[in-house]
């Protein structure tokens, strides 16, 4: 009975040892007496009890990798505290076990060397503006020297750039004056272009004025030209109708008897005057004679008629 508990014992230490199943996304890497013997794929696997062993266990998702925060000097001598984070993945799991002792310390440790190599060839205005420059230049001199240790460098990024507090406070400075400079130059424009709509539009309303003014002469020319033209068609009508009434029978008598009523008016108007002092002519023929006179015109006229 011992002996058949021993042996059972003995078989499941035998089983636990020969048959290993791997998680996806992880690789384990085999080895035979001290050997690397292959790498263990997700899933089943089994081993030689006592002889294989499971040496190294690694992750092949990507991981996180926080930088810590160091030190960095820019080309104009000037200091920047600096961290970041790095992402990278085990991509070849034997390098990853026997191509460095620690992987992780040693991609965080040319990480923050590359960094600072990076950041020494940049001014400090041009740290902040090429962040994603310094980022890849990163991220490359680290993938060359991580292809050896079986380890993919994704990404890298700044997580923050901190000047000293005295080159903080003259930044801002400069910024809030540069602010200023802009409020000024944009309250300059803003005045310039009013006065050019102001005067703009005091040149199109002239214009529009002085062609109202015209168009108004033009058509007050017009109207008069057209009364002036409408009373000359009608004295017109009116002569040839007086022309026309003296050619019939009786019509000379007409005109002497309309001449003699006008002679008469006038000398009654000049009468009705109390300022005025009438001399009548002594000879009445004096105002026959102006009867005939008057007559000659209109036979004048009407001959020209």
Same mark, same amino acid.
């Given at each position: 009975?011992?002996?058949?508990?021993?042996?059972?014992?003995?078989?499941?230490?035998? *089983?636990?040892?020969?048959?290993? #199943?791997?998680?996806?996304?992880?690789?384990?890497?085999?080895? +035979?007496?001290?050997?690397?013997?292959?790498?263990?794929?997700?899933?089943?696997?089994?081993?030689?009890?006592? *002889?294989?062993?499971?040496?190294?266990?690694?992750?092949?998702?990507? *991981?996180?990798?926080?930088?810590? %925060?160091?030190?960095?000097?820019?080309?104009?001598?000037?200091?920047?505290?600096?961290?970041?984070?790095? $992402?990278?993945?085990?991509?070849?799991?034997?390098?990853?076990?026997?191509?460095?002792?620690? $992987?992780?310390?040693?991609?965080?440790?040319?990480?923050?060397?590359?960094? +600072? %190599?990076?950041?020494?060839?940049?001014?400090?205005?041009?740290?902040?503006?090429?962040?994603?420059?310094?980022?890849?230049?990163?991220?490359?001199?680290?993938?060359?020297?991580?292809?050896?240790?079986?380890?993919? #460098?994704?990404? $890298?990024?700044?997580?923050?750039?901190?000047?000293?507090?005295?080159?903080?406070?003259?930044?801002?400075?400069?910024?809030?004056?540069?602010?200023?400079?802009?409020?000024?130059?944009?309250? %300059?424009?803003?005045?310039?272009?009013?006065?050019?709509?102001?005067?703009?539009?005091?040149?199109?309303?002239?214009?529009? +004025?002085?062609?109202?003014?015209?168009?108004?002469?033009?058509?007050?020319?017009?109207?008069?030209?057209?009364?002036?033209?409408?009373?000359?068609?009608?004295?017109?009508?009116?002569?040839?109708?007086?022309?026309?009434? *003296?050619?019939?029978?009786?019509?000379?008598?007409?005109?002497?008897?309309?001449?003699?009523?006008?002679?008469?008016?006038?000398?009654?108007? #000049?009468?009705?005057?109390?300022?005025?002092?009438?001399?009548?002519?002594?000879?009445?023929?004096?105002?026959?004679?102006?009867?005939? %006179?008057?007559?000659?015109?209109?036979?004048?006229?009407?001959?020209?008629?």
């Amino acid at each position: 009975m011992e002996i058949a508990l021993l042996l059972f014992i003995v078989a499941i230490i035998f *089983i636990v040892r020969a048959i290993k #199943v791997v998680p996806q996304q992880n690789a384990w890497v085999k080895e +035979r007496l001290g050997k690397y013997a292959g790498t263990l794929t997700p899933g089943l696997n089994f081993l030689v009890p006592f *002889i294989d062993r499971v040496a190294y266990k690694h992750s092949l998702k990507e *991981i996180p990798l926080d930088v810590p %925060s160091q030190v960095c000097i820019t080309r104009d001598n000037t200091q920047l505290q600096v961290d970041g984070i790095l $992402y990278f993945q085990v991509t070849d799991p034997m390098r990853a076990s026997y191509g460095s002792s620690n $992987y992780i310390m040693a991609v965080t440790q040319l990480a923050q060397t590359s960094l +600072r %190599s990076v950041i020494g060839k940049l001014e400090l205005d041009k740290t902040f503006e090429e962040r994603d420059i310094i980022n890849a230049q990163v991220v490359q001199a680290i993938d060359e020297a991580a292809l050896n240790w079986g380890v993919k #460098v994704l990404r $890298y990024e700044i997580k923050d750039l901190t000047p000293p507090k005295e080159i903080l406070h003259a930044m801002q400075q400069q910024i809030t004056a540069e602010r200023e400079k802009r409020a000024l130059i944009a309250a %300059s424009e803003g005045r310039r272009q009013e006065q050019i709509n102001i005067a703009t539009g005091e040149r199109e309303a002239f214009i529009a +004025r002085s062609e109202g003014e015209k168009q108004a002469a033009i058509n007050n020319a017009q109207g008069e030209a057209a009364a002036l033209m409408a009373v000359a068609e009608a004295t017109a009508q009116a002569i040839e109708r007086v022309a026309a009434a *003296i050619r019939q029978p009786g019509g000379e008598q007409a005109v002497q008897l309309k001449v003699a009523e006008k002679a008469v008016d006038a000398y009654a108007k #000049v009468a009705a005057d109390a300022t005025t002092t009438l001399i009548v002519p002594g000879n009445m023929t004096e105002v026959s004679s102006l009867i005939g %006179s008057a007559m000659t015109m209109v036979k004048a006229v009407q001959s020209k008629a």
